[in-house]
């Protein structure tokens, strides 16, 4: 089992940066490759991005493509997520999720998520 705790979200306007972190624990980290997913309000979860085992290869979504940043430190366990511009379209509880494969059709394991909030 892998447990992953997503922080760092939070209320910002529009503009704005943040980073998410996402912390995994209980099987060797590098083991697994990472992904950050988000649902908006009455909306289907979506993909984000992705990260490879060593961090050597990155995904995006075309819609978030040169404002989010998708980042690992193996010696902390930790992927993180930098988003910056922010939009109100951002809004949605940001998820963080684990797999052995790249890109699988559905991730292995989730976080509980963090909420992130635009105003404009």
């Known amino acids: 089992q892998v447990q992953l705790v997503e922080s760092g979200g939070g209320m910002v306007q529009a503009g704005g940066s943040l980073r998410l972190s996402c912390a995994a624990s209980?099987?060797?980290?590098?083991?697994?490759?990472m992904g950050w997913f988000r649902q908006a309000p009455g909306k289907e979860r979506e993909f984000v991005a992705a990260?490879?085992?060593?961090?050597?290869?990155?995904f995006y979504a075309d819609s978030v493509k040169g404002r989010f940043t998708i980042s690992r430190d193996n010696a902390k366990n930790t992927v993180y997520l930098q988003i910056n511009s922010l939009k109100p379209e951002d809004t949605a509880v940001y998820y963080c999720?684990?797999?052995?494969?790249?890109?699988?059709?559905?991730?292995?394991?989730w976080g509980q998520g963090t909420q992130v909030t635009v105003s404009s």
């Open positions: 999720a684990a797999d052995h494969s790249w890109l699988p059709t559905e991730y292995d394991y």
């Open positions: 209980g099987r060797t980290f590098s083991n697994y490759a």
């Open positions: 990260i490879s085992w060593s961090g050597g290869r990155t």
